[in-house]
């Protein structure tokens, strides 16, 4: 007679680790390294939090393989064993309850942030993500790719020898690994690319390598997309044949997640069947069709799960061997435990939705917005049990808006390599800054406005062509207009790239109201940018406010004349 399977029942792994319990805690970007990208005590204390779970396993944040290009701010990242001792204390706060522990590794090639990275980011292709004011990656070469195969080893022999119990290798979520098996971000033509099997070449070999790095005896998982969710990219069925490849390996576990940053199904926006919606997780269905085809690997599902009934009915009928909860364990640390133990039925769990018009969430933008939003809103909730505070449900999104600007904009510029006196680095500080703002914040924002049908009085766009391109380049400014023409600031003179393009070819468009007026510009160096940008304010009783706000942003300001000409 079999046995009935339950939340509570134990499972023992291929390479003979034990789970407690099915329920996992799955990976939550941190974001609390240290300046010099080691885990300090906030990532202890959070961990401590959850290492008193009740979980069957524990998984940890993305931790990088190369410190030269993050997915966010304040990841870890290990090399080599310079920090092994804060990697050990690490380890041992999560093991309150004697749960294994597992650390997520990860590159996040295309989707490095650009505020963290020196010089252009790295994909299997040159291909630009669709996301507003993100730059077009470098394409990788194939000594490169193998340099990033010998990190990931690396990285997981070292997780080994700090005490965790197994390394979950990241090809999910749009990060590297997920790229190479993308048809969209991967058009190689050489080995790496082109059929299902040369794009599964990559992740096979990092798997490869990572087991002969940890030996046997060590966990070690994959997290793989069901689909990206994009037209014409990575599908289900080629999903099923990546399973069926891997499942050859000496894998331990199989998690299925979907969708990227361009289609967040991750962050709870994908599309959903009603029988989907009944079973609440997202992936379920498509783990059901990769059973057989995983061989006896176990499979993990995570996203979408609330319910204890819906999780106990997912393990009980073998859907899946291993229920996920990532975003809830956030608002309740505890949460594993709370299920099984003290019959809580359903996960407390908070999304975030923008104060938009409802034909906004039918837009791509709005949607990627909102997910984006939603996770750095459960970021803040890490922070703050990092920093020993309780969670705080009832946080207000315009918060979390200010902080993600914080952590991206600020706090990732902190240290500026290559320059070398106070005053330049605070000049390149600004720089930077300024552009993050007008690359993540004002672009994007003026833009979804604008498809909305609102228009702002200080904001406009303005009309360039590009330098190397020779295409039209269109950005939001600030500009104050006339009977002839108008003035606009260059927050960084002939420094930023509109003002570059300037300089190459004077005649530009711009909008006034909803016309778009042509003109010459011209840099005007012995203007009084400081009185210029007073007159800015849409009243005088702002023109202090509105020139506080142009000093902020600025480092090297230059005032630019736009003569009408039509």
């Known amino acids: 007679m079999s046995q009935t399977l339950t939340l509570s029942t134990s499972l023992t792994l291929p390479s003979g680790l034990t789970l407690p319990n099915r329920i996992m805690k799955a990976a939550l970007s941190e974001g609390l390294a240290g300046d010099d990208a080691s885990p300090d005590d906030r990532l202890e204390r959070l961990y401590e939090r959850w290492g008193t779970g009740g979980y069957g396993l524990i998984v940890t944040g993305n931790v990088m393989v190369d410190r030269r290009y993050l997915g966010e701010p304040g990841n870890v990242v290990i090399e080599d064993e310079r920090h092994l001792d804060a990697l050990k204390r690490w380890a041992g706060a999560a093991r309150g309850d004697g749960a294994p522990v597992w650390m997520q590794i990860n590159h996040p090639g295309r989707q490095a942030n650009p505020l963290t990275t020196d010089g252009p980011v790295v994909a299997p292709s040159a291909i630009r993500m669709s996301i507003p004011g993100l730059p077009t990656p470098r394409a990788l070469t194939e000594s490169e790719i193998e340099d990033i195969v010998t990190r990931f080893a690396a990285t997981a022999a070292v997780a080994k020898a700090a005490g965790f119990d197994g390394v979950q290798i990241h090809g999910a979520h749009g990060y590297l690994l997920s790229q190479f098996l993308s048809p ?83 962050m709870g926006r994908p599309a959903v069947s009603d029988s989907t919606r009944a079973r609440e997780a997202y992936f379920l269905e498509y783990a059901v069709t990769v059973r057989d085809l995983a061989a006896g690997i176990p499979l993990a599902v995570t996203g979408g799960f609330r319910s204890r009934s819906a999780m106990a009915d997912a393990v009980a009928d073998g859907a899946c061997d291993i229920v996920g909860i990532g975003r809830p364990t956030v608002i309740t640390p505890t949460a594993a435990d709370e299920l099984i133990t003290e019959g809580l039925s359903t996960l407390p769990a908070q999304r975030s939705r923008l104060p938009l018009p409802a034909q906004a969430s039918t837009i791509a933008s709005v949607r990627s917005l909102e997910g984006a939003l939603d996770l750095q809103w459960h970021t803040d909730q890490l922070h703050r049990l990092g920093g020993g505070q309780e969670p705080d449900p009832r946080r207000p ?20 390599r290559g320059v070398t006196s106070a005053d330049n680095r605070a000049v390149v500080r600004k720089f930077r800054f300024e552009r993050a703002v007008g690359r993540y914040v004002a672009n994007p924002t003026v833009a979804l406005l604008g498809r909305l049908g609102v228009s702002t009085r200080l904001a406009t766009d303005l009309e360039t062509t590009g330098r190397k391109s020779g295409q039209p380049r269109t950005v939001p400014v600030s500009a104050a207009f006339d009977e002839t023409g108008a003035w606009i600031i260059s927050q960084h003179g002939r420094r930023s790239g509109w003002a570059i393009n300037v300089a190459a070819e004077p005649r530009v468009r711009i909008r006034q109201g909803d016309v778009w007026r042509t003109g010459t510009a011209a840099f005007v160096p012995d203007d009084d940018v400081q009185s210029r940008a007073r007159t800015f304010a849409s009243r005088p009783a702002f023109a202090g406010l509105t020139a506080a706000g142009f000093r902020a942003l600025q480092s090297d300001p230059m005032s630019v004349r736009i003569t009408f000409v039509d």
Not at 194 to 217: D, H
Not at 222 to 251: C, H, P, W
């Open 397 to 416: 999104l315009w918060r979390t808006a200010v902080t993600t600007v914080r952590r991206n904009g600020i706090d990732a510029l902190r240290r500026s």
């Open 184 to 266: 969209l971000a991967n058009q190689r033509t050489d080995r790496w690319g082109g059929s299902i099997e040369n794009r599964t070449r990559f992740a096979l070999e990092v798997v490869r390598a990572v087991r002969s790095a940890v030996g046997p005896g060590f966990g070690v998982g994959i997290k793989l997309n069901s689909a990206d969710f994009q037209r014409g990219g990575f599908t289900e069925d080629e999903s099923r044949t990546v399973v069926a490849t891997l499942a050859a390996e000496y894998l331990d576990l199989i998690e299925i997640s979907g969708g990227s940053y361009e289609s967040p199904a991750m």
